[in-house]
RNA sequence: GCGCUCGUAGCUCAGCGGAUAGAGCAACGGACUUCUAAUCCGUCGGUCGCAGGUUCGAAUCCUGCCGGGCGCGCCA
């Protein structure tokens, strides 16, 4: 019995009660949830839901709940339901009902935490969306461990997402980009306000390398060379450093596109439709203070350039046209001003802001070697790149390290603690459950027990404390999912494992798996097999949704 | 000034309106002739920033204040 099977039960006991007793049914609540007490003595599991719904009935919570308890103490597969408290229901499982979970979950596998809990909807993520003018610096890293993440616990419950990445390689920003390059290749120093950094070098001596007349051309012409040449070069060493991270997008969408199919000018008139702007100053505006921004928009600038939010706009639009019902995009701590704006727009279009739009920030980031904030990257001079952190501690570390902690709150990476191998480490100790019940797995192989069929396992021989615990825990892994790709916060499930690994190492401390010498094996060995693998599966499903291996041996 | 965000153990952080607020680190003390000690167990450690409010019940929701971070352009 799952957790969220209980919970059903319970709400269905409750039914019968209202039921039987001429209740007003209205009372209770379309769904409902156990939660897992903290101390023991309160049971496996427990209900408040004649707390909640007994002063609206109109019986008292502690009647209600007594009369609960009866008749859920009827329904298979549980042992005894107690009130404590002010009508708290503690409720105790049979053995075998939660015990049964481990041979679902080696049966599932893979698939175990998959849920249709967002079946149906279309979700749009984008995140990191650097521009190809350095490698991707540390606000995007954060973002491309979370977002990457997300899509895969959002897909694992059920949504269909597209991740994406945005990008410009026409603004002022790449004239810089090309102005840099050429300066580097003449070896001028670059300009001032021009990209430094050694990466700068080596893109121009790769344009130069490739087109050696490049610099015998006139200045304007090799500065076209190199702007070109250069992007290509930048982003195919972006999306290589990516890649090497594991992170990989559905559409790489390029702003220049949104103006040549005038994009920018259908969504002005789409907007003018709707009411929402107005002239003034010789600027075309948005009114986007009609939605609670601070101050009107500018779209088209008095001489007539689209703004930057005008591409905005467009391209909010374009994910809305196809088809994506919620566009999710993920910013660092420093564009949080936006916020207002691009709410106040969605709802200028006529979507709901709060339905259609979800803008999640993201704290800043630093990587920090001995207590001090490393500060400079090798090759990119002013800031820390994707390479420095994998570099520092590889992807596993790095990715778990960034996915742990909620995207609100600013973190400090410490390059020491993330590279011990040790307990300290978070990544490290959930890893080496994988390693330690790969490694339980292959010496029960080598001595001859296995598993054996699905239907001769007895779950009711999984009666310790220890394995009550770690049963527990992995019931509550499609939870786990579902709530963290409900609050777009995979940092629950990185806590969660490490939880689960907590659990299992408290097993293997009491409950041996193998036989000892020449003990026989049992009934008792077969079962704990079939819990070391489903602990197995969990930690290795919820390591692959953040991006980081469950290796076999450590 | 306005807005966003954070404030929980010495440190880094979890915490779904529920019961005695948790974990890791640090400190101290224990546990390997047996499945990986990269582990486990125990002890110490709290005005959940402060003050009100809502509630049967608040670290959690609301309001105000204090403190830290960030943002407030016809920039990109």
């Known amino acids: 019995m799952t957790p969220a099977n209980l919970a059903d039960t319970v709400l269905s006991a409750a039914r019968a009660v209202f039921e039987t007793r001429g209740l007003d049914a209205s009372a209770l609540p379309a769904s409902t949830a156990v939660e897992r007490p903290r101390n023991p003595e309160h049971g496996d599991y ?61 049966l599932a596998g893979s698939a175990y935490g998959r849920t249709e809990r967002f079946a149906g909807e279309r979700i749009n993520l984008e995140f990191v969306s650097a521009n190809p003018t350095g490698p991707v610096h540390i606000g995007g890293v954060r973002w491309a461990a979370v977002g990457d993440a997300l899509s895969r616990l959002l897909r694992t419950a059920g949504a269909e997402v ?38 700068i070098a080596e893109i121009a001596a790769e344009v130069v390398k490739g087109a050696p007349d490049v610099l015998s051309q006139s200045d304007e012409a090799a500065q076209e060379t190199f702007r070109q040449v250069g992007v290509e070069l930048m982003f195919a060493e972006i ?6 991270f594991g992170v990989h997008f559905d559409t790489y969408f390029n702003e ?18 709707q009411g929402h702007i107005f002239e003034s100053e010789g600027a075309t ?25 005008a591409a905005d706009c467009a391209y909010y639009l374009d994910k809305r046209k196809r088809g994506f019902d919620r566009v999710v995009i993920m910013l660092g701590a420093d564009h949080h001003g936006y916020i207002g704006r691009m709410k106040a727009m969605s709802a200028c279009f006529g979507d709901d802001p709060d339905k259609n739009l979800e803008i999640l920030i993201g704290q800043l980031v630093n990587l920090v070697r001995d207590g001090e904030p490393v500060r400079m990257s090798k090759r990119a001079g002013t800031v820390v790149t994707l390479e420095d952190f994998v570099e520092a501690l590889g992807v596993d570390a790095t990715r778990y390290a960034l996915a742990r902690y909620s995207s609100d709150s600013p973190i400090d990476i410490d390059i020491d603690l993330w590279t011990k191998a040790g307990n300290e480490n978070p990544v490290y100790y959930v890893q080496y459950v994988a390693a330690r019940t790969a490694s ?21 021989l999984l009666t310790h404390e220890k394995e009550n615990a770690l049963l527990k825990s992995l019931n509550e892994y499609p939870d786990v999912i579902a709530r963290s790709a409900e609050l777009r916060e995979p940092h ?63």
């Open 162 to 199: 597209g991740t994406e990445y945005y990008f410009n390689d026409a603004g002022s920003q790449i004239d810089r980009f090309a102005r840099s390059l050429l300066a580097a290749a003449k070896g001028e120093p670059a300009p001032e306000d021009g990209y430094g950094g050694a990466y």
């Open 46 to 106: 427990a209900s408040t839901i004649a707390l909640q719904v007994g002063k609206k009935a109109g019986v008292a919570p502690r009647e209600l709940a007594a009369a609960l308890a009866e008749e859920l103490g009827r329904r298979p597969g549980i042992k005894s339901v107690e009130i404590a408290g002010p009508g708290f229901l503690n409720i105790r499982l049979d053995a075998a009902a939660t015990g049964g979970l481990a041979r679902d979950i080696v």
């Open 239 to 244: 999306k290589a450093s990516l890649a090497d």
């Open 492 to 554: 629950h499930v990185a806590r969660y494992l490490e939880k689960v690994s907590g659990d299992y190492h408290r097993f293997y401390g009491e409950c041996r798996v193998t036989p000892l010498g020449d003990e026989k094996i049992t009934d008792l060995h077969r079962a704990r097999l079939w819990l070391n693998d489903a602990t197995r599966t969990v930690i290795a499903n919820g390591l692959s949704l953040l991006g980081v291996s469950a290796p076999e041996r450590m």
């Open 256 to 273: 220049k596109d949104l103006h040549d199919r005038g994009e920018l000018q259908e969504a002005l008139d789409r907007l003018r439709e």
């Open 285 to 309: 505006w948005l009114r986007t203070t009609e939605f609670g921004d601070d101050k009107d928009r500018v779209l088209r600038k008095s001489d007539g350039d689209w703004t930057y939010f």
């Open 440 to 460: 339980v797995a292959r010496n029960a192989a080598d001595l001859g027990l296995t598993r054996g069929d699905a239907a001769d396992f007895k779950p009711d």
